[in-house]
T-cell receptor, first 112, second 118 residues
């Protein structure tokens, strides 16, 4: 079946540091890939997505590239801010979007 | 953009009582909604898929009689936790599938409901 593996957190960075959160996946067919963000006390929000190989999703300075050859979708940001502190979930869905499989989430803490 | 509203955001109840959580799509019609449960420091676990006008499809291991799902209209799905016990305490999140003009369907999530059973 489908699965998503994320690096364990928490990840603690200083403001303006470079961020990478690793995500790899296992899926049959050609899934779509997502990063969701969950701020404290809130639900999930879609951060970015990519629907086919070599697509790059980007939003709010975050980027992730769909790498089919390495089955990865790593999240990156060049300069994090305190307001980026949240839990980030990597996810995939197969055709039809009937089910979304989530990773375990990575908590990011950005300190001033 | 598409908005999913979930209510209540927090609820505390006594053991043995039932609690209803509502999930509404505010500016679009959602024929399909999904209910997830999030355990502390863990990922979201899909509980069931709610289809408007028909019975919900439950994931393996989820008790149908314990977690009653009703999707009576195109904008409302409800999850009722019956005879709640402390182990049912969790964060419950609903989502709805939104059709985008780009052709790529995405899910919009509610803000979640934190249930605490005493």
């Amino acid at each position: 079946g489908n699965s998503v593996t994320q690096m364990e957190g928490p990840v603690t960075l200083s403001e303006e540091a470079f961020l990478t959160i690793n995500c790899t996946y296992t899926a049959t067919g050609y899934p779509s890939l997502f990063w969701y963000v969950q701020y404290p006390g809130e639900g999930l929000q879609l951060l970015l997505k990519a629907t086919k190989a070599d697509d790059k999703g980007s939003n709010k300075g975050f980027e992730a590239t769909y790498r089919k050859e390495t089955t990865s979708f790593h999240l990156e940001k060049g300069s994090v801010q305190v307001s980026d502190s949240a839990v980030y979930f990597c996810a995939l869905s197969d055709g039809g979007y009937q089910k979304v499989t989530f990773g375990t989430g990575t908590k990011l803490q950005v300190i001033p | 953009g598409a908005v999913v509203s979930q209510h209540p955001s927090r609820v505390i109840c006594k053991s043995g009582t039932s609690v209803k959580i509502e999930c509404r799509s505010l500016d679009f019609q959602a024929t399909t909604m999904f209910w997830y449960r999030q355990f502390p420091k863990q990922s979201l676990m899909l509980m069931a898929t709610s289809n408007e006008g028909s019975k919900a499809t439950y994931e393996q291991g989820v008790e149908k009689d314990k977690f009653l799902i009703n999707h009576a209209s195109l904008t409302l799905s409800t999850l009722t936790v019956t005879s709640a016990h402390p182990e049912d305490s969790s964060f419950y999140i609903c989502s709805a599938r939104v059709n985008k003009y780009s052709g790529a369907n995405v899910l919009t999530f509610g803000a979640g409901s934190r249930l605490t059973v005493l």
